[in-house]
């Protein structure tokens, strides 16, 4: 299920820069700065959901800007 797989990953970067929320809102910007994450963080995201889901969000033809759109793009 792309949504837990989205939470579980952006959570983990999130906790690890420091960030203390339990939960993802998918409505947040890929990088809003209320998740803290750089671009560096991003692209280790994408990397993880592209090993997962064999494909990447970013191929598709319209860039995603939120989680939402990720999780959409990816069912």
Excluded: C, Y
Excluded at 3 to 21: E, K, M, P
Excluded at 39 to 46: G, P, Q, T
Excluded at 62 to 72: M, N
């Amino acid at each position: 299920e792309p949504s837990s797989f989205l939470q579980d990953a952006v959570l983990a970067i999130h906790r690890r820069n420091g960030g203390t929320l339990r939960e993802l809102d998918l409505n947040l910007r890929l990088l809003d700065p209320a998740l803290g994450l750089d671009s560096l963080d991003l692209a280790e995201i994408m990397a993880s959901i592209e090993k997962e889901f064999g494909r990447s969000p970013f191929e598709s033809p319209t860039p995603p800007r939120t989680w939402e759109d990720v999780r959409r793009i990816l069912l």
